[in-house]
């Protein structure tokens, strides 16, 4: 637990340290769960945004684009169950003062379970060496399952309580499974209550005529009351996708885990809509396409997982979350929901608008089903960041601290480095940069020794470094070091532009989808 904390420290400090996230309004000791994204940062995140987008909507002949706008008229979140239902169990520690959310509290107890799973799994590997099975093991091993049907039993109960608003159960699930305030120890807890997380504000200037409006909750619902305006104009048939990317606003209760959890955040999602009854095929297959998303960014298989909800929201029949291994464990990274109709129908009713598909085929009229995949572009931010900070041992008994972005992802995807500041090397690296930056997002560093350059841009994630020194200036060739493998080559100015496109191309890596 211990090392993990410590690396999940490290990240923090490492993306304020090389200019990837600060906290907000720092100078006035920042606002709790907001933050700002610096200027490496906003290169990633919109790097991931359009990797989304790209997969997303480029690529499906049926999927388009919108972008809504943050305000909505408040009957939206009347009709989408949001006044009524967007609400958080929270409890209180008498003694500590601190508030949590109780579902998260049991949840974690779990998780402490899960950790003892694992540890069996690895004493066992080591024992069985190359004829392990694991699946095997994990199913038959009495401890393990034991745990296992432990967890079953708690996150069942958890979700039955919740699911019939009895509050009364979740504190007493927390008192018998003697769950501690994580700060302090105390088991002093008050009763579970709910807590609405919606910003609500004020629309209009005076008191008689203003409006109560709410800075939305998710991006979902800006696609909905659009659905039939964007299915006209754009003329499209069923099944087909809306998607969107922007802030949505939520009140979160317990928001300690840096950008895992904020109150203001960027959501990525795209409503799919589908024939009533196709929706368990289309759930399936987006689940799928979202996995082989992840994937393709090559942080490995074995830091995804699905997780399929016990307890489902008001509004859906089926659902799972993509689960990634954060520095602090396995964590909801995005969502796939099979929502019904629910949506379009709710909309209907408090419009008294028809939100209805004439399908030529059925030569009939019906309200859409709904399969969604929602995305917080934070998160995979910090998903792809903290999965990237490494600290590697050297051959020389150095270490060094490299940043290992997928390059695709990288702010920054060369550094042209003069050797040393004279002889005309500066000149020529200059040149580079101008004319690379047609293409790419390049920089260019002259101090220091070069190889202190080298691992102030491992550090920052900078894919690679182009060294310029004596011999360009006699035959056109530069060093090109490679920030994973560290190696450097020797290659011709002319060919550095395909040499890195090559390697930072959207397409490349997509295709691996
Ligand atoms: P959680 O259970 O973690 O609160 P959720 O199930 O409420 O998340 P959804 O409503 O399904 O989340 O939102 C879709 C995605 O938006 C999540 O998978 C997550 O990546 C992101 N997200 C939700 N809330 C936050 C938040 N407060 N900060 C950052 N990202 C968030």
Not at 38 to 63: D, P
Not at 95 to 108: C, F, G, M, P, Q
Request: hydrophobic share 35%; with cysteine; proline share 3%.
């Amino acid at each position: 637990m211990a090392k993990q904390e410590d690396q999940f420290k490290k990240v923090i400090s490492h993306a304020k340290e090389y200019g990837y996230i600060f906290q907000s309004s720092e100078i006035y000791d920042g606002l709790s769960a907001v933050y700002d994204y610096a200027q490496n940062g906003v290169e990633l995140k919109k790097n991931i945004r359009e990797y989304w987008w790209k997969a997303m909507v480029q690529m499906h002949e049926n999927i388009v684009g919108i972008d809504a706008s943050i305000l909505m008229h408040p009957t939206t979140w009347k009709a989408s169950g949001h006044v009524d239902a967007f609400n958080d169990p929270l409890i209180d520690n008498k003694d500590s003062k601190k508030r949590y959310r109780a579902d998260v509290l049991v949840e974690d107890y779990c998780a402490k379970i899960e950790t003892k799973i694992e540890k069996e799994v690895k004493k066992a590997q080591k024992r069985f060496g190359d004829s392990f099975d694991k699946e095997q093991f994990v199913a038959t091993n009495p401890r393990v399952v034991g745990y296992q049907e432990k967890i079953n039993t708690i996150l069942s109960r958890l979700g039955k309580s919740l699911e019939n608003e009895d509050l009364a159960d979740v504190k007493t699930l927390i008192e018998e499974l003697e769950i501690a305030d994580p700060l302090t120890g105390s088991k002093n807890w008050t009763d579970v209550k709910q807590f609405n997380l919606m910003f609500g504000t004020q629309l209009g200037a005076s008191a008689d005529s203003s409006m109560k409006v709410y800075l939305r909750p998710e991006t979902a619902q800006g696609i909905f009351v659009n659905f039939l305006n964007v299915q006209k104009t754009g003329r499209m048939k069923i099944p087909f996708g809306i998607a969107q990317t922007g802030k949505a606003f939520r009140n979160e209760i317990v928001a300690r885990q840096f950008i895992f959890r904020m109150r203001e955040f960027e959501q990525m999602e795209m409503q799919f809509f589908v024939k009533p009854g196709t929706q368990r095929k289309w759930y399936e297959q987006w689940k799928e396409t979202r996995l082989k998303w992840h994937l393709s960014l090559g942080m490995g298989k074995d830091n995804y997982r699905f997780h399929d909800h016990e307890k489902m929201a008001h509004y859906a029949d089926a659902a799972a979350d993509i689960e990634f291994k954060f520095p602090f464990g396995f964590k909801e990274l995005e969502g796939i929901h099979s929502r019904t109709d629910f949506d379009l129908k709710a909309h209907e009713e408090h419009s008294g608008k028809k939100l209805q598909y004439f399908d030529h085929e059925e030569n009939k009229s019906y309200v859409p089903y709904v399969v969604e995949t929602s995305i917080g572009l934070d998160r995979m931010f910090l998903a792809v960041f903290s999965k990237a900070l490494q600290e590697e041992e050297l051959e020389n008994n150095t270490t060094r601290t490299v940043l290992k972005l997928p390059a695709v992802l990288a702010p920054t995807k060369a550094a042209v480095l003069p050797l040393i500041k004279r002889d005309g090397l500066p000149e020529v690296a200059r040149k580079i940069v101008e004319d690379l930056k047609w293409d790419f997002n390049v920089s260019y560093d002259e101090k220091d020794a070069v190889g202190r350059r080298y691992r102030r841009q491992d550090a920052a994630g900078t894919p690679f470094c182009i060294t310029v020194d004596h011999d360009t200036l006699e035959d056109n060739t530069v060093t090109i070091r490679h920030r994973d493998t560290m190696e450097q080559k020797r290659v011709k100015i002319e060919d550095l532009r395909t040499i890195i496109k090559k390697e930072v191309d959207i397409r490349s890596w997509l295709m691996k989808m």
